[in-house]
């Protein structure tokens, strides 16, 4: 009976190991990498509407404003918003998300092609925020009192 082996010179084993390092580093730049499908308003990926005079009563929160922001792509943007307020957060980009403070004010996880409310802090001031899942994502909340 034949049998037929073969072995692989050193070299092929280096190419093969390069190769399929190669292969994984392009496959997590590619999962973190911008979607240039979707559409940006050119201040980074995230818009911010005010959405007027909308009352809402979520989390024991009356009377106050409600801020629309728009997170298309794996970036944030520096927004404000009225103190007690809300920040309705509609998610596009396709990717999970946190919206979480600095300092732990808030603290919000959603989903990809997700939506989030966020509670503003009562106390004007800037805070900052950032995504727990993508360190590139930060920016500033301005609390208007």
Do not use: K
């Not at 818009?47 to 106050?64: H, I, M, R, V």
């Not at 409310?117 to 995504?131: A, K, L, Q, S």
Request: aromatic share 8%; with cysteine.
């Amino acid at each position: 009976m034949d049998t037929f082996t073969t072995t692989l010179s050193p070299s092929w084993g280096r190419r093969l190991s390069g190769f399929g390092l190669a292969f994984i580093l392009v496959l997590g730049l590619a999962a973190c990498g911008d979607d240039d499908d979707s559409s940006s308003d050119g201040s980074g990926g995230a818009t911010e509407t005010t959405a007027g005079d909308t009352e809402t009563t979520s989390g024991g929160n009356t009377g106050g404003q409600a801020v629309e922001y728009d997170v298309s792509q794996i970036s944030y943007s520096d927004l404000s918003a009225p103190a007690g307020g809300t920040i309705d957060i509609v998610n596009s980009s396709g990717a999970a998300h946190t919206f979480t403070a600095d300092d732990g004010a808030f603290d919000v996880d959603y989903g990809a092609d997700d939506q989030a409310t966020v509670e503003v802090p009562t106390e004007p001031g800037e805070y900052p925020f950032h995504c727990e899942i993508h360190s590139s994502m930060h920016a500033t909340l301005t609390v208007e009192g």
